[in-house]
């Protein structure tokens, strides 16, 4: 990995130092235009829990010692600090401030959402804050830090987790 950098800081220099070609190298060796094997499961995979927690509230499914209140809500900060702690490092290499920002606002919002906000009210904020996240996506793809491949998973991932959570809010309003 080192050995990259180098080969790149000396073709850099080689190429008359530009730092922006340099930081365009850094870019595109980040962002191949393959993603890994495990990527597409492991981020579908991550869709799961969405799925449960409308199973669990419906009374499909149970889990000793879990409801489906519980597990929805401990799910969704796992998710929304995972997403804000990705977003927070492509924008520190990006050097970019309003996306440092948002992804702080992002994680902030859905801790005061779980602590104040357990209800339906609650769960359409769940649903702005993920589609926040999808628009700082949005913003790193027009960047090309990330790849049209990854975008898109990442449409289709938070489309499916949104349709979850409007699932669960509808099964909510019912069942109580």
């Not at 080192?2 to 073709?11: E, I, P």
């Not at 628009?135 to 793809?141: G, N, R, T, Y």
């Amino acid at each position: 990995m080192q050995s990259s950098f180098y080969l790149a800081q000396k073709m850099g220099a080689v190429l008359g130092g530009s730092q922006v070609l340099f930081r365009e190298m850094q870019t595109r060796k980040v962002m191949k235009q393959r993603l890994h094997a495990v990527v597409l499961p492991l981020t579908f995979a991550g869709a799961l829990p969405f799925l449960i927690a409308c199973l669990l509230k419906l009374g499909w499914l149970q889990l000793p010692n879990v409801s489906a209140d519980v597990w929805l809500w401990s799910y969704t900060l796992i998710i929304a600090a995972f997403m804000s702690g990705s977003h927070w490092g492509l924008a520190l290499r990006d050097e970019d401030s309003v996306a440092l920002i948002g992804s702080n606002v992002c994680a902030l919002l859905i801790f005061g959402i779980a602590l104040w906000f357990q209800g339906p009210l609650g769960l359409l904020l769940l649903i702005g804050v993920f589609i926040a996240q999808l628009f700082l996506d949005q913003k790193f793809k027009t960047r090309s830090t990330i790849n049209n491949r990854y975008w898109r998973l990442r449409l289709v991932v938070t489309s499916i987790v949104c349709v979850f959570l409007t699932a669960y809010l509808l099964i909510s309003i019912i069942a109580d």
